[in-house]
């Protein structure tokens, strides 16, 4: 196993941030980790990274301990940060290169995997170009090159596309996907859903430091159902939605927040009914919408609210 976390715990003071959380990473799969904002993401990269000891619980990387110790399990992972770590006043290749001597390479070798880095990531043409000259999305191609220079066997990225273009995005999508082909753990988090279903081989919904369910992307769907998911908008009667589902052969509700409701239908036969059901209950409703199940309708199911950008 490239990462086994067990029931690790943190508080920041008198606030939990992680509680309890387990999971692990295999070789030559993308384990996605995926919150929203403050739910307990980065300080599991950092208790993972060795940044931070845990309260309680462990991380093994690789059978080694990740923090203290003698340093063996850091020097076997890149760890690619939300905020980018470089230096602005140098150059793609010195960033590079700094980051290449702190991990003990030097000489031909380190000018060769510098190379390599920039190459992986599409900037072998803008190496000698200071950073403080690159774009939003250059900088956190860079910043992935920087996790990625000294070849490590387990790869930890935190948010590393938020903030930039789709074209950006796509690009260290790409480079993910054969970090993990290629024999690489990637341990991915983010808070974009769509990212989440394309490039993980098994992820953990995390909210609140707690991990609410874990598994493959269809594992996860089934936890409301193979049907569609209705979501309806306008004046909203949460107990009177409710009743209304529960009236509803085939169909559960799953949320009510503000002017928005969702129900999970067992199949199209079901969803038909409710759709019925909705128009001649009376209520006043601006949009209706059907979907089929994804990773939102999960985390709508398990805490009762969307999981937004």
Known sequence: ???RVADIRYAYGKTV???GVSFDVRPGEIFGLLGPNGAGKTTTISIVSGILPPASGQALIFGQEASGGSGRARARMGVVPQDIALYEELSAAENLRFWGRLYGLSGAGLEDAVRRSLDLVGLADRATARVKTYSGGLKRRLNLAAGLVHA????LLDEPTVGIDPQARLRILDVVRDQARSGRAVL???????????ICSRLA???HGRVLAAGTVAELRRLVGEGPVVRVRG???GDGLKALAARCPGVSFLSADGDTASFAARDPDACSGLVRALFGSGLKLDDLR?????????FLKLTGRELRD
């Open 290 to 298: 059907v979907k089929e199940p994804n990773l939102q309708s999960v």
């Open 1 to 3: 196993m490239a990462l």
């Open 152 to 155: 490590p066997d387990l790869l």
């Open 235 to 237: 004046s909203i009667d």
């Open 205 to 207: 919904i995390i909210d």
């Open 17 to 19: 941030a992680v509680d």
């Open 188 to 198: 991915y988090t983010s808070h974009y859903l769509e990212e989440a279903e394309q």
